[in-house]
C-alpha cells in the first residue's frame, strides 16, 4: 500500500502522490478526509484479484464510512478509482481508466458530485441505496452491457444533471423507486436503461 491506514478513524491524508504501490494508493478508515491527492497505477500485485473480504484492496482511493474524498485525481489502478462505503462523500474529482473495476463505486447515502469519470473498464460510476449522483461528466466508460457511465444496483437515489456520452450504457437503472431528472445521454450505444418502475 502508498498508505494504509483502514484502521485509523477520522484520518486526514493530504497532498498525497501514491504511485504504483502493489496493493491500494491510499486506503483510510472511518469519518476520513482525503484530498488533494493523486493515486496512479496502484493495485497490480492483486492479480489474479482477491476480493475485498479476504483483506485485498486494489483501489486507487478506498475510504471506510462516513469519509470524504474531495478534489482527488485516481487513473490507471487495477481496482476502483474511488471506492466509498456507507454515508461517503466524493466531490470534485478525476477518477480515469480503471482496468477491472467502476471509476468511483459507492454504497448506500453517498454523494456523487462534480466528478470526472471516463474510460474505466467496468463502468463510470456505481451506486448502492439512497444516494445522489449529481452534475457529474461519465464519458467512454463500460465495455459491456452489465455497467454503464451511471449504473444504479438499489433504491431512493436522485440522479441528476449529469452527462454521460460514449458510453456503453448512458445510465442503467436496475431497480424502481429512483428519482432521474435532467440527465443529458448522447453517443452511447444506450442511452438509457431502465428497471420497472
Keep these: 500500500y502508498g498508505i494504509n491506514a483502514t484502521n485509523a478513524a477520522e484520518a486526514i491524508i493530504e497532498n498525497v502522490k501514491a504511485y504504483m504501490n502493489g496493493y491500494a494508493g491510499i486506503a483510510a478508515g472511518e469519518n476520513s478526509l482525503v484530498e488533494n491527492c493523486i493515486a496512479y497505477g496502484n493495485g ?5 484479484p482477491q476480493p475485498p473480504q479476504f483483506g485485498v484492496v486494489d483501489d486507487g482511493i478506498h475510504v471506510e464510512a462516513y469519509s470524504t474524498v474531495k478534489d482527488c485525481k485516481s487513473r490507471g489502478n487495477r481496482g476502483c478509482g474511488i471506492y466509498v462505503h456507507l454515508g461517503g462523500k466524493v466531490t470534485g474529482c478525476t477518477a480515469a481508466q480503471s482496468m477491472v473495476a467502476n471509476g468511483i463505486f459507492a454504497e448506500d447515502f453517498c454523494t456523487i458530485r462534480d466528478c470526472t469519470v471516463m474510460g474505466n473498464m467496468s463502468g463510470g460510476i456505481t451506486v448502492m441505496n439512497k444516494c445522489r449522483v449529481s452534475d457529474n461528466t461519465c464519458a467512454d466508460n463500460a465495455l459491456s452491457s452489465s455497467s454503464a457511465g ?3 444496483l438499489g433504491m431512493s437515489n436522485r440522479i441528476e444533471d449529469n452527462n ?5 450504457t448512458g445510465l442503467k437503472v436496475q431497480s424502481s423507486g429512483n428519482l432521474v431528472i435532467r440527465n443529458s445521454a448522447n453517443g452511447n450505444t444506450n442511452d438509457y436503461l431502465m ?3
Design 164 to 168: 454521460l456520452t460514449g458510453n456503453f
Design 150 to 152: 451511471i449504473l444504479v
Design 195 to 197: 428497471g420497472a418502475g
Design 44 to 48: 497490480m500485485k492483486n492479480d489474479p
